[in-house]
């Protein structure tokens, strides 16, 4: 998930004055989250809540979408069958997400239509992760090592999310996003066996990813306004600096069997701390790219858009066969 990077709107945004009655339905809430309960679609909520999780879940499906185009582009040229087949199963994966995804916002009252919308017209925001370009063959071993192993560090805490289609969605979501990571590395790990070109463009690719994955948890703890409501809510479990710490501290050892050097000149074993110290972020970079300023920005949104255009007619035709299909029905009953 990509969702750590995302934002999230100010529960202040919610209307001040509450009744009596709706302090009584906002106590019950919290309380059925403060013991771990889960909140459902038929259940009341605030409406900051509900707000907050059609942003985030939507956000989300945004970034399994346009995550496909990075490593589709590559199906074409997989260096062998095999490796098109995996390729072609892993795209398809990322797009069941971002269905699983839409789906469990509009349970939300929030409909596909609109969420697609605000994806065209810029409103709404993906992982910044995916305004990158994919260069070469391990690019693609990368983006499922680090990326999407950096994606299962912020997305396992979220099959404890309070709300309960979010929750069920990841389960799948991670055990799929796991494959995928494996995948990755098992695809560096045969280029790492190769010839020295190989491994320089293994090493290459991951000198321009790593810092671009540790930009994915989200900006520091102190930096993240809205990070100690959305706990409370129990739409976020664990906090950005700690999933960033702990997805280093589990990378580094995979690093060094796989045989790359990590690039930060900063990156060592502190004992007393008993986890990895590392280098500061580019936060400059990782804003101007959230903002719509990275390198391939207007590419991605464009090619989401002509896919919807040009994808208009199948729409079409699938809900006039419904409506063909209901009419039917009704005449034969």
């Known amino acids: 998930m990509y969702t750590q990077s995302l934002s999230i709107p100010d529960a202040a945004a919610a209307p001040p004055a509450k009744s009596v009655e709706s302090a009584h339905l906002v106590q019950k809430f919290q309380s059925r989250i403060d013991d771990d309960g889960r909140i459902e679609p038929q259940d009341w909520m605030p409406e900051a809540y509900r707000k907050t999780l059609v942003r985030q879940i939507s956000q989300h499906a945004h970034s399994e979408i346009v995550g496909m185009l990075p490593e589709g582009n590559w199906i074409s040229r997989a ?38 919308a605000a994806l065209h017209s810029g409103k709404a925001k993906y992982s910044s992760i995916f305004n990158y370009p994919a260069l070469n063959w391990a690019d693609v071993g990368v983006i499922g090592w680090l990326v999407d192993g950096a994606a299962i560090m912020n997305q396992i805490p979220l099959c404890r999310c309070s709300y309960g ?34 491994k320089d463009m293994v090493q290459d690719a991951v000198n321009r990813w790593w810092w671009k994955c540790l930009a994915m948890f989200g900006p520091p703890d102190s930096d993240s306004h809205h990070s100690a409501q959305a706990m409370k809510w129990g739409i976020k479990r664990i906090s950005n600096d700690d999933l960033r710490q702990k997805f280093i501290d589990a990378t580094v050892p995979q690093a060094e069997v796989l045989g790359v050097k990590l690039p930060d000149p900063d990156l060592k074993w502190n004992e007393a701390r008993g986890h990895y110290d590392f280098g500061p972020i580019d936060w400059d970079e990782f804003w101007q790219t959230v903002n719509g300023n990275g390198p391939l920005n207007k590419e991605r949104l464009a090619t989401r858009v002509r896919a919807s255009e040009e994808g208009a007619w199948v729409r079409e035709a699938a809900l006039a066969r419904a409506r063909k299909q209901a009419h039917t029905g009704k005449e034969a009953a």
């Open 79 to 116: 260096p062998s069958l095999k490796a098109k087949a995996i390729l072609i199963a892993k795209v398809q994966d990322e797009g069941g997400h971002g269905l699983y995804l839409y789906s469990a916002a509009e349970t939300l009252g929030s409909s596909r239509d609109e969420m697609l």
């Open 165 to 198: 289609p979010y929750a069920r969605a990841m389960i799948r979501v991670c055990k799929e996003e796991s494959f995928h990571q494996r995948q990755g590395y098992a695809s560096l790990l045969t280029l790492m066996r190769g010839t020295q070109a190989q």
